[in-house]
């Protein structure tokens, strides 16, 4: 009789699993108990984008992956993408919520992974604070521009052998902190961030493991004696950049001065506003708690996403010594010398602004972008998507797709250039993802990106060091992409 009822619950889980929770979705490869679709995602399609092809070679562009228990309703298509994610981007602005990072961040606060009236209040803040910054007063253009001064002089003491990724990294972690906290790093609090970087790397490499995503989904399963191990390297890695925050944060608060309304950065700013709810419930959204999960999402996206799209430009030129020539040539004819370049210089550079869109392209740094929730029911490539459902623009396939980009694993900034070498805008060139949720930080990184580059080329010849004549460019797997690592050698241009 037990066996009986324990086979009956057994079928009727099996039915369940491979039926009645699916029939409403689209179709997809075929879900297995607990761990889903995450199967799939073995070494051999790492980092997915051969994952996401496969499946969309096979079950069209619209498909169902399961991330262990939680369907989501995959979007592949560029025209699809467009059609809801961006001409009906208003019912694509919710975020899932994932039992881990509720847990660490002691809510669903943050810019990320918030939602509702939250998210648009503190997205809203956050975009304010940074147009300050940027247009109003141009200071966001001199703090970057003082770290390209500081990364050039670090390049002229070590320029028989050096790596650039260090640096890449301590120049742009600068700027994201300076706009945080109002300080850069130099050599008296360089532990500081490199404690900051390897929390930040190791909570990453982890969580983008098959095994990760079982622990965003089961927490619990950070219990059993094998994975509290692994569990712990996820939770005391994040919860030892909030606590670094928290400690910034209330540094700041002892000394605050709230007769005037000045701010010099994000904290200071964020204080503030905060200040002026102090009689609100939960200061209207501006709780301490908020703050630490805006300074960790606003350094850890401004951080590894920019310094790691700089490292692979600088590994794609010089793997392709053409282009490299380009870009001298365009630097000598519209530059001519060996001062600084500014974001005014920018509509001059067409094909470095060419190279850089292409290494974006091709670095295509989230081969899993960060998923939405549907906020009503709709109709999707002729699914039917109920409201809640969690949906992910998939960009990488995008930027991938061969039908717009032609031989898409070839470098070739010419994409981007119109016959006259003006530069050609190409709308499905979406590395900052689309709708609603695009990067929020997009102006930022953009403007980081093109200084960095081109004063490095513009200050320096560069090749590979003879220990490294030819990197790889496979690709070192985190939830963004880094290139391996590799050692050049420089020479000063002028
Ligand atoms: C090359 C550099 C960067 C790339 C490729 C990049 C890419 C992305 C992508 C793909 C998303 C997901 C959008 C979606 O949900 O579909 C995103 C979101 C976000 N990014 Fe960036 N990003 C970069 C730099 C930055 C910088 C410098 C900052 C901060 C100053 C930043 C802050 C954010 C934030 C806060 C979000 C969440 C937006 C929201 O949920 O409303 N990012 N970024």
Same mark, same amino acid.
């Given at each position: 009789?037990?066996?009986?009822?324990?086979?009956?619950?057994? %079928?009727?889980?099996?039915?369940?699993?491979?039926?009645?929770?699916?029939?409403? %979705?689209?179709?997809?490869?075929?879900?297995?108990?607990?761990? *889903?679709?995450?199967?799939?995602?073995? !070494? *051999?399609?790492?980092?997915? /984008?051969?994952?996401?092809?496969?499946?969309?070679?096979?079950? *069209?562009?619209?498909?169902?992956?399961?991330?262990?228990?939680?369907?989501?309703?995959?979007?592949?298509?560029?025209?699809?993408?467009?059609?809801?994610?961006i001409k009906d981007g208003a019912n694509f602005v919710g975020r899932p919520e994932f039992?881990?990072?509720?847990?660490?961040?002691?809510?669903?606060?943050?810019?990320?992974? $918030?939602?509702?009236?939250?998210?648009?209040? @503190?997205?809203?803040?956050?975009?304010?604070? %940074?147009?300050?910054?940027?247009?109003?007063?141009?200071?966001?253009?001199?703090?970057?521009?003082?770290?390209?001064?500081?990364?050039?002089?670090?390049?002229?003491?070590?320029?028989?052998?050096?790596?650039?990724?260090?640096?890449?990294?301590? $120049?742009?972690? #600068?700027?994201?902190?300076?706009?945080?906290?109002? /300080?850069?790093?130099?050599?008296?609090?360089?532990? =500081?961030?490199?404690?900051?970087?390897?929390?930040?790397?190791?909570?990453?490499?982890?969580?983008?493991?098959?095994?990760?995503?079982?622990?965003?989904?089961?927490?619990?399963?950070?219990?059993?004696?094998?994975?509290?191990?692994?569990?712990?390297?996820?939770?005391?890695?994040?919860?030892?950049?909030?606590k670094m925050f928290r400690k910034q944060a209330e540094e700041k608060l002892a000394t605050?001065?709230?007769?005037? !309304?000045?701010?010099?950065?994000?904290? =200071?700013? &964020? %204080?503030?506003?905060?200040?002026?709810?102090?009689?609100?419930?939960?200061?209207?959204?501006?709780?301490?708690?908020?703050?630490?999960?805006?300074?960790?999402?606003?350094?850890?996206?401004?951080?590894?996403?920019? #310094?790691?799209?700089?490292?692979?430009?600088?590994?794609?030129?010089?793997?392709?010594?053409?282009?490299?020539?380009?870009?001298?040539?365009?630097?000598?004819t519209k530059i001519g010398s060996d001062r600084i370049i500014t974001t005014t210089d920018?509509?001059?550079?067409?094909?470095?602004?060419?190279?850089?869109?292409?290494? @974006?392209?091709?670095?295509?740094?989230?081969?899993?972008?960060?998923?939405?929730?549907?906020?009503? !029911?709709?109709?999707?490539?002729?699914?039917?998507?109920?409201?809640?459902?969690?949906?992910?623009?998939?960009?990488?396939?995008?930027? /991938?797709?061969?039908?717009?980009?032609?031989?898409? /694993?070839? &470098?070739?900034?010419?994409?981007?250039? =119109?016959?006259?070498? #003006?530069?050609?805008?190409?709308?499905?060139?979406?590395?900052?993802?689309?709708?609603?949720? @695009?990067?929020?930080?997009?102006?930022?990184?953009?403007?980081?990106?093109?200084?960095? &580059?081109?004063?490095?080329?513009?200050?320096?010849?560069?090749?590979?060091?003879? $220990?490294?004549?030819?990197?790889?460019?496979?690709?070192?797997?985190?939830?963004?992409?880094?290139?391996?690592?590799?050692?050049?050698?420089?020479? =000063?241009?002028?």
């Amino acid at each position: 009789m037990i066996f009986l009822i324990i086979f009956s619950l057994f %079928l009727l889980y099996i039915f369940d699993l491979l039926y009645w929770k699916r029939r409403n %979705l689209p179709a997809g490869p075929t879900p297995l108990p607990i761990i *889903g679709n995450l199967y799939l995602m073995t !070494d *051999g399609v790492k980092p997915g /984008y051969k994952m996401y092809q496969n499946l969309k070679d096979k079950y *069209g562009p619209v498909f169902t992956f399961w991330l262990a228990n939680l369907p989501m309703v995959t979007v592949t298509d560029w025209k699809l993408i467009k059609q809801h994610f961006i001409k009906d981007g208003a019912n694509f602005v919710g975020r899932p919520e994932f039992p881990i990072n509720i847990e660490i961040r002691k809510g669903p606060y943050g810019i990320v992974e $918030s939602h509702g009236d939250r998210w648009v209040q @503190q997205r809203r803040f956050a975009l304010h604070i %940074l147009r300050d910054f940027g247009l109003g007063k141009n200071l966001m253009e001199e703090k970057v521009l003082s770290e390209v001064t500081a990364m050039i002089e670090s390049v002229q003491k070590n320029k028989e052998d050096i790596d650039l990724q260090n640096l890449f990294d301590a $120049s742009v972690g #600068s700027v994201i902190n300076n706009l945080l906290f109002g /300080y850069r790093y130099d050599e008296t609090n360089m532990e =500081e961030f490199l404690e900051l970087k390897s929390l930040m790397n190791k909570h990453f490499k982890q969580t983008a493991e098959p095994i990760g995503a079982m622990l965003i989904m089961y927490p619990w399963i950070g219990k059993l004696p094998i994975l509290s191990g692994y569990k712990k390297i996820v939770t005391d890695s994040w919860e030892g950049l909030l606590k670094m925050f928290r400690k910034q944060a209330e540094e700041k608060l002892a000394t605050i001065n709230y007769d005037s !309304d000045e701010y010099s950065d994000y904290v =200071e700013a &964020f %204080l503030k506003e905060r200040k002026k709810h102090e009689h609100e419930e939960g200061y209207g959204g501006y709780e301490m708690e908020q703050l630490d999960s805006v300074c960790f999402d606003l350094w850890v996206a401004g951080m590894e996403t920019t #310094s790691n799209t700089l490292y692979w430009s600088l590994l794609y030129v010089l793997l392709n010594p053409k282009v490299l020539e380009r870009v001298y040539e365009e630097l000598d004819t519209k530059i001519g010398s060996d001062r600084i370049i500014t974001t005014t210089d920018r509509p001059n550079l067409n094909y470095i602004n060419a190279t850089i869109n292409e290494s @974006q392209r091709l670095a295509n740094l989230l081969p899993m972008n960060i998923s939405r929730t549907t906020a009503c !029911d709709l109709e999707i490539g002729g699914y039917s998507i109920p409201k809640g459902t969690v949906i992910t623009p998939q960009i990488c396939t995008v930027l /991938y797709d061969p039908e717009i980009f032609p031989e898409p /694993y070839e &470098f070739r900034p010419e994409r981007f250039l =119109e016959s006259d070498g #003006s530069l050609k805008k190409v709308e499905e060139l979406v590395p900052f993802s689309i709708g609603k949720r @695009q990067c929020l930080g997009e102006g930022l990184a953009r403007m980081e990106l093109f200084l960095f &580059f081109s004063n490095l080329f513009n200050k320096f010849h560069i090749q590979f060091h003879e $220990s490294n004549p030819s990197p790889t460019i496979e690709k070192d797997c985190g939830v963004t992409m880094k290139a391996k690592n590799f050692r050049v050698v420089v020479k =000063e241009r002028h």
